[in-house]
């Protein structure tokens, strides 16, 4: 099992879920690193593929910005097919708000499916994972 810290992967307005990312955090890492008010439309967001050797499978995300005390990182993820994001979990909460499509998460026995407006909150450590649908997408802060 992979710990993610800050960085971690789903979907259009989407976040990650927790995929197995294979570059670094350091890599991925394009958005602000500032203490200043931050306001920035979806269209200037700056998609990476997450996994280039998928091609056009890829989730691809964009890091929008990262504390730079904490490393609190918040970003976009979106899948273009459906996704299976295998059990994982993170040194730090994490919470995703769902934009399109649906996800199923499941933690503790229990599963949800979230769609558009949806939110949820997972504490760190908290083992977990998640299924997406084609055109997933979903806002990710940790």
């Not at 099992?1 to 960085?7: C, F, L, T, W």
């Not at 931050?38 to 997450?50: G, S």
């Not at 919470?95 to 503790?108: D, K, P, Q, R, S």
Request: charged fraction near 20%; hydrophobic fraction near 40%.
């Amino acid at each position: 099992m992979r710990i993610y810290r800050v960085q971690t992967a789903f979907p259009l307005a989407a976040t990650m879920l927790g995929l197995s990312v294979i570059s670094s955090p350091a890599e991925m890492t394009t958005g602000t690193h500032s203490e200043q008010p931050l306001f920035q439309d979806l269209a200037q967001a700056q998609w990476k593929k997450m996994f280039p050797d998928l091609g056009d499978a890829s989730p691809e995300i964009a890091i929008l910005h990262v504390d730079p005390k904490t490393e609190a990182t918040q970003l976009l993820i979106r899948t273009p097919k459906a996704l299976h994001v295998r059990q994982h979990w993170h040194s730090a909460n994490e919470t995703h708000t769902m934009i399109t499509g649906n996800a199923t998460f499941a933690c503790e026995g229990n599963r949800v499916e979230l769609g558009p407006g949806g939110f949820n909150y997972m504490p760190a450590r908290m083992v977990h994972e998640a299924w997406t649908t084609d055109r997933f997408r979903r806002v990710h802060h940790r």
